[in-house]
């Protein structure tokens, strides 16, 4: 911001420079050229009179163009001239209504666009100044015959040129002194907004990070509790299964040894029934055996 102001101030100091040096060159130019300034063939002129009302009026600055060939001139062409008037000579800017050569001399009869008749003198050619550029600035011209004055001249022209003068050695002065200081960096806003972009950018790039770390921990933390739940899991399915397998076991131990039991019972009653059967077919064997003996006896008698 400081930078940007330093510039406005030494382009608006160049340019009072330069049109102090204008003024300056107008003022002097006009005192060496019988009150004309003549700039590079330009001549700013001060309206005198509302003659050429309303063309142009009374204070109004007009700009006439020094012209080569006065033969070129025409009629409705603007004409600054010298002429006489109330014995005085003094300048005049009129339109051109008629020319006249009378033996060859040319000459120009001129008329106030504000005016109802000719002026009296016809306008010679070696009295024309030059020729209206149609260019005018209204009111400027009483601007112009202000610093045409001595005590405009000083305000306008004196002041200003001193200031900028002033100002330029401030600034020489200020930068001996920059130089005499050690070299430090120069940060304008623009570097400082960059800066401060750059460190936001990396903040925020170093907190993505931090967050794709932590996600990352996160979600080893679940694969891990994850895992732990299987295991868990499996021991369980697996105590119970062993559970079950040690119930079956027994379940199929009792049943087996109570089937055995009962056969064992079985076998010993049927053996009980076998020995009482046996027992009761001998004892039938012995009752039978006597009479058989009887019989075989009979038989042989």
């Not at 608006?12 to 006009?30: D, E, G, K, N």
């Not at 149609?134 to 400027?140: S, V």
């Not at 379940?251 to 059967?277: F, G, P, R, S």
Request: proline letters at 2%; aromatic letters at 6%; hydrophobic letters at 45%.
């Amino acid at each position: 911001m400081k930078k940007a102001i330093r510039i406005t101030v030494s382009i608006l100091a160049w340019i009072m420079l330069i049109f102090a040096l204008l003024i300056t060159l107008v003022v002097f130019s006009a005192e060496k050229n019988n009150g004309v300034s003549n700039i590079f063939g330009y001549m700013p002129m001060t309206v005198e009179s509302d003659s050429m009302s309303p063309t142009f009026k009374k204070g109004d600055l007009i700009l006439v163009k020094e012209i080569s060939d006065v033969n070129s001139l025409k009629v409705d062409d603007v004409i600054t001239f010298w002429t006489i008037i109330d014995g005085k000579r003094v300048k005049n800017t009129h339109r051109i209504v008629e020319v006249k050569d009378t033996d060859g001399v040319r000459s120009y009869v001129t008329r106030g666009d504000n005016n109802s008749a000719d002026d009296d003198i016809p306008v010679s050619t070696g009295d024309i100044i030059g020729k209206w550029t149609k260019m005018r600035m209204p009111g400027f011209g009483k601007v112009l015959d202000f610093l045409r004055t001595k005590k405009g001249f000083f305000i306008c022209i004196i002041i200003p040129m001193a200031i900028f003068f002033l100002f330029e050695l401030y600034k020489f002065i200020a930068t001996l002194i920059e130089v005499k200081k050690p070299e430090t960096e120069e940060i304008d806003e623009e570097e400082i907004k960059r800066r401060a972009i750059e460190e936001y950018l990396a903040e925020q790039k170093k907190n993505g990070g931090d967050a794709a770390a932590a996600a990352g921990n996160a979600a080893e933390a679940v694969q891990e509790k994850a895992a732990e739940a299987v295991e868990k899991a499996a021991d369980t399915v697996k105590e119970k299964v062993s559970e079950t397998a040690e119930k079956t076991a027994e379940t199929v131990k009792e049943a087996v040894t109570e089937t055995a039991a009962k056969a064992e019972e079985t076998a010993q009653a049927a053996a009980e029934t076998v020995e009482n059967a046996a027992a009761e077919t001998a004892e039938k064997i012995e009752e039978a055996a006597p009479a058989d003996e009887a019989a075989n006896n009979d038989q042989e008698k």
